[in-house]
């Protein structure tokens, strides 16, 4: 199964489930396995910035994509491959596209800030890659601080016919996806997926700016399902009915620096992963950010009742 234009609907980015010892916990792996599958994603996305990549030795990498790829067995699975030097990118690359992925997502690296040095940076890394594997573009100036304009992302479309998709991360950024699609539609660019992130702080405008689906590691995502699934019917007030129901937990989650510390703390009291450990250095969330959350998901859970329960089935 290979990545392509056609893409939609919702790829979860996947945690990377650690012990408290910090060994990677691959049970957890497979019940978020079950988790996505149950809440009706199309496919999912491991090794991001939320699956703490930098932190894996290069064998657990291709490991933990391993389980998730035959675990989601007829699912697509994007890898994320971003490494400092295109050697480790190309490795990773053709490691898991062996493994059965459907593709593999790169972000540029923060040093990048002209438009020359963004387009060459993606001229090198599909040079060591590959032309034949489809990948994506992740636009994420918070946290990468490289600013891509629509007419740089339409330039690396054009000239790379290997991408497929842009994972869209910037904020404010729905003048981004809208200004994209003009380019589609006066036929400048050719189409390609676009799916969202920012923790799906924005998904509700996202999907009426034709974004394609979500591409984000909220702890819910039979929210993020649902959402783009009203959307796409047309059902514009319950989409953001739903929406607004969640939105105190995901301007929560959404905080810089401890966003990932509540995500799996999250994840673990709903019982999708064991423990919400990460490696080091991580983030912990103190007594008094846990308390928080709890009473966001008691708040969740009662305005919402058995619709979206917080606590999965084992």
């Known amino acids: 199964m290979r990545l392509d234009h056609n893409a939609a609907g919702v790829f979860p980015i996947a945690p990377t489930p650690f012990t408290e010892d910090g060994r990677v916990d691959h049970g957890s792996i497979d019940r978020l ?7 009706g ?20 990498s291709i490991a933990i994509a391993t389980r998730f790829i035959e675990g989601l067995d007829g699912l697509p699975v994007i890898v994320g491959v971003s490494a400092p030097g295109f050697a480790a990118m190309r490795s990773l690359a053709h490691a898991v596209m062996a493994k059965g992925a459907a593709g593999v997502m790169i972000a540029p690296v923060p040093s990048l800030r002209t438009d020359d040095q963004i387009t060459g940076y993606y001229r090198g890394a599909v040079e060591a890659i590959g032309t034949d594997i489809p990948w994506v573009i992740q636009d994420y100036p918070l946290t990468l601080s490289v600013q891509m304009t629509p007419k740089v992302i339409r330039s690396i479309v ?14 404010p950024g729905l003048d981004k996806i809208a200004a994209l699609r003009g380019f589609q ?12 992130g920012n923790g799906g702080l924005f998904l509700d405008f996202e999907m009426e700016r034709c974004a394609d689906g979500a591409m ?16 796409k019917a047309g059902r514009r007030d319950e989409a953001h009915d739903l929406f607004d129901a969640h939105l105190p937990l995901l301007r929560y989650e959404q905080q810089q620096g401890v966003g990932l510390a509540v995500r799996k703390y999250v994840l673990m009291q709903r019982g999708l992963i064991a423990s919400d450990a990460q490696r080091k250095p991580g983030a912990v969330l103190n007594a008094a950010g846990r308390q928080e959350v709890d009473y966001l998901l008691a708040r969740l859970e009662a305005r919402l009742g058995a619709a979206y329960p917080m606590k999965r089935a084992a």
């Open 33 to 39: 396995v079950a988790a996505y599958r149950e809440a």
């Open 41 to 60: 994603a199309t496919g999912a996305t491991v090794l991001g910035i939320m699956g703490e990549a930098p932190k894996l030795e290069p064998e657990e």
């Open 158 to 171: 054009e000239e790379h016919p290997s991408c497929v998709m842009l994972k869209h991360e910037d904020w």
């Open 185 to 196: 539609r006066d036929g400048s660019m050719r189409p390609i997926s676009i799916l969202t």
């Open 216 to 231: 984000t590691g909220y702890a819910f995502p039979e929210l993020l399902v649902e959402v783009v699934r009203l959307q």
